[in-house]
């Protein structure tokens, strides 16, 4: 809330001649506050004449104050109802501090990321790679980057059985006794125990899972290797695993070539397709408006201090700035901005936000004291996947999110820092 003295001036008909007394409040009920006497003198008559007052007024709320009271000249008796003239008026405070919409209007390409490899592609002649649309300034460009013959699942042929110790695990195990193209290949390992009874091979050990941690590019579908017994607790038992499937021909990533600027929207990714084979799709991942920004002076006259997240595209949030001192020539460019001008009024509401996904988000937000009535700087936190962020008291809308997925805001129409 910002202060200031407010001037109200009260007109009447006077009909005598001289000093004129005014009693005013600002409720229908409850004591006067007064007198205050018309300077100059009223002139009588019925003529008009006028009396002007001063309170202290909050300007940034947009609901009209009303005042009442009566006048009454001098000469008649301080504690008489005889002589006095009943009035009312109603001021409308002018905001000096107002709400403006702020937008991430615009950002780059982050990375492409594969939805479908595809299969068929020539990884010494990668398919030409085109973002269609998103209503960019400066076109972001990438090239594809085709497997060629990394693994990418296997198959416990024979699990291997023996008296190693169990459960256990078992990093970076090497593949021996290759056969087929490949040339190497690194596994994590876990073993378990059979269940004890009185059948075959009751409680011996034997391998559970096989997890791939890298392999060379010269694989093909149905090779097969071993893991030898002293890399894997002592099973003695053979190991074998298959190759089920590999990246050859398929698109394994992207290299962005060029970032672009601009982009209003998310585009498309076009993917040419293989000569023999099937066509690879992939998003866009977009980027975020910018951080560390300062932009005119708060409700306090005083300067924000930089703003702290990064905004996803198409996000918007208010903030409150001194009336005039904030134009689109003072955001970074990534954002527009559009000033207020038909709702003055500044809400503080208290608001939750539930991250229902995995990845931390963090949230920004214009705090306000409800104690004090001002409006500090802007705030950060973040809230971490599955957890809960409670904001006492934030100005309505002020909030942004670094990520709007997976998060449900939710707002109370009050401010007495009280959780739900």
Known sequence: MATVIATITVNFT????????????????????????????????????????????DTESCAPIEYNGYVQACCEDVTSPNGRIPWIVTYTPSAT???????????????LSVIDGGSGYDPLSPPTVTLIGGGYSVLATATAIVGEGSITNLLISVNG?????????????????????????????????????????????????????????????????????????GITGPVLIEVGATD???????????????????????????LVGDT???????????????????????DYSPFPINVELGQSFNMCFQAGTISSGTLPSDYTSVLNTTDCCITCKRVQFQNTGLDTVDVSWVDCNPLNATFKDVISDTVAGGDVLYVCCAVENSWALSSSTDIIVTVFDDCNCVAP
């Not at 001289?18 to 009588?44: D, I, Q």
């Not at 021909?249 to 962005?256: E, N, P, Q, R, V």
């Open 14 to 57: 006077s009909n005598y001649v001289g000093c004129h007394r005014l009693f005013w409040r600002k409720t229908s009920s409850g004591a006067y506050t007064g007198p205050v006497e018309a300077t100059p003198p009223c002139t009588g008559g019925g003529n008009p004449c006028s009396i002007t007052f001063y309170d202290v007024v």
């Open 97 to 111: 501090c107002l709400p403006v919409e702020i937008t991430c209007s615009a950002v780059e390409v982050d990375s």
């Open 161 to 233: 059985s023996g008296p190693g110790i169990a459960p256990a695990s078992y990093a970076g195990v090497a593949g021996t006794n290759i056969v087929g193209t490949g040339t190497s290949v690194t596994v994590d390992v876990t073993s378990l125990n059979t269940l004890p009874g009185p059948y075959p091979n009751a409680g011996v050990t034997y391998i559970n899972t096989v997890t791939l941690v890298s392999s060379s590019n010269d694989w093909t579908s149905g090779d097969t290797f071993e893991l030898n017994s002293a890399s894997i607790g």
């Open 248 to 274: 050859e021909g398929t698109i394994i990533g992207f290299t962005m070539v060029s970032n672009g600027a601009g982009y209003s929207s998310q585009p498309i990714v076009s993917i040419d397709p293989p």
């Open 280 to 302: 690879a799709t992939a998003s866009a991942v977009m980027g975020t408006c910018a951080k560390d920004w300062i932009v005119g002076p708060n409700c306090n006259n005083e």
